[in-house]
């Protein structure tokens, strides 16, 4: 074969495998875009199962100034989960985990905490 046809068939292997990476992440792209969007829309189902929003749970702030009117035995500071809010965080939760057929009954605030790891809820 002629250098210059070896030549140019080499470089059309390279153009060929550079374009198929880029197809590869361009697909993975959409996929974790999927995934994100999947999440965001299982965190407000639990939102509104929880039957709280971001801004209709109290700051940790409010919830320490109204403690120090009281006694001074209570604890300073009590965290409050901003998906939870004063749910039962003990109340389960079907979780299916990605790529899997795996179903896995889970309490509410585990649910969300590995929603905002990356995982996705199937449905509760």
């Known amino acids: 074969m002629d250098p210059n046809m070896k030549q140019l068939q080499?470089?059309?292997?390279?153009?060929?495998?550079?374009a198929e990476q880029l197809l590869l992440a361009r697909h993975q792209l959409v996929e974790n875009?999927?995934?994100?969007?999947?999440?965001?829309?299982?965190?407000?189902?639990?939102?509104?199962?929880a039957k709280t929003t971001k801004t209709s749970v109290p700051s940790p702030f409010e919830i320490v100034m109204k403690e120090m009117e009281g006694t001074s035995a209570k604890q300073l500071v009590k965290e409050i989960?901003?998906?939870?809010?004063?749910?039962?965080?003990k109340e389960?939760?079907?979780?299916?985990?990605?790529?899997?057929?795996?179903l896995a009954r889970v309490p509410?605030?585990?649910?969300?905490?590995?929603?905002?790891?990356?995982?996705?809820?199937?449905g509760s």
């Open 10 to 18: 080499g470089t059309l292997i390279d153009i060929e495998t550079d």
């Open 33 to 49: 875009d999927r995934m994100r969007n999947a999440n965001r829309e299982a965190l407000t189902a639990l939102r509104k199962k």
């Open 81 to 89: 989960c901003s998906t939870c809010g004063n749910h039962d965080p």
């Open 92 to 102: 389960h939760t079907w979780l299916m985990f990605p790529g899997s057929d795996i």
């Open 108 to 122: 509410f605030h585990v649910a969300h905490t590995v929603l905002d790891k990356g995982i996705y809820l199937l």
